[in-house]
């Protein structure tokens, strides 16, 4: 069965700070997709980034990229100048490129940005 | 993309009673989840729901305390029965509109049993 794993339960960056989200993940499979949700407190989850298992390239998003590790199985998440507005729950996920469309949730960290 | 509409945002409930959360989606959508998940905590599916099947339950859940309705390829509801404090939590539905994209999920339904 495939795992996802956040080590962080919690991090803290100085606002205009870079950060860096840890995710690493057990699969047998070569077909899969990786996210990284954001949840504020209102409780919305909004996609932040994704990654095809079968592109090289990392995924970026303005001030959000990864680094995707496919050997070591680790997913990564870095934000770059850092915002207030970047305070929320991050989550890892993981989808196996079956149809079955589930998702396997890591445990979350929470990021806290110091003005 | 997908847009959805999930009521109630939050309600207040007293225990024994039941409590029907709906979520209604902009397109057509085969399947969707409903999620349980604790403050703080990550997410924990309930169920998968498909149009025209019974919903399909992960362990620890069970369909006579929380049956699903799936009535077409836009809505779907969850009903939480006989409701404990136990079952405060935060549910969310989500949809995957297509093998290749992201999940896609409602506002979330805060809920206090009392």
């Known amino acids: 069965a495939q795992t996802v794993t956040q080590s962080q339960p919690e991090m803290s960056v100085q606002e205009a700070e870079t950060v860096t989200l840890s995710c690493t993940y057990d699969?047998?499979?070569?077909?899969?997709?990786l996210f990284w949700y954001k949840q504020p407190p209102s409780r919305q989850m909004i996609l932040v980034i994704r990654q095809e298992a079968y592109k090289q390239q990392n995924a970026t998003e303005n001030r959000f990229s990864v680094n995707f590790q496919k050997a070591a199985k680790s997913f990564s998440l870095k934000i770059s100048d850092s915002q207030l507005g970047d305070a929320a729950m991050y989550f890892c996920a993981y989808r196996s490129g079956q149809s079955n469309y589930q998702l396997i949730w890591g445990a979350g960290t929470k990021l806290i940005i110091k003005p | 993309s997908a847009v959805i509409s999930q009521k109630p945002s939050r309600d207040i409930c007293q225990r024994g009673t039941s409590l029907t959360i709906q979520c209604q989606v902009d397109s057509q959508v085969t399947m969707m989840f409903w999620y349980r998940q604790q403050p703080g905590q990550s997410l924990t599916l309930i169920a998968t729901a498909n149009q025209g099947s019974e919903a399909t339950y992960e362990s620890g859940f069970v369909i006579d305390k929380f049956p699903i309705s799936r009535p077409n390829l836009t809505f779907s509801t969850l009903t939480v029965s006989n409701m404990s404090p136990e079952d405060s939590s935060i549910y969310l539905c989500?949809?995957?509109?297509?093998?290749?994209?992201?999940?896609?999920f409602g506002q979330g339904t805060r809920l206090t049993v009392v």
């Open positions: 699969t047998s499979e070569s077909d899969y997709y």
């Open positions: 989500s949809v995957v509109p297509q093998p290749n994209t992201e999940a896609f």
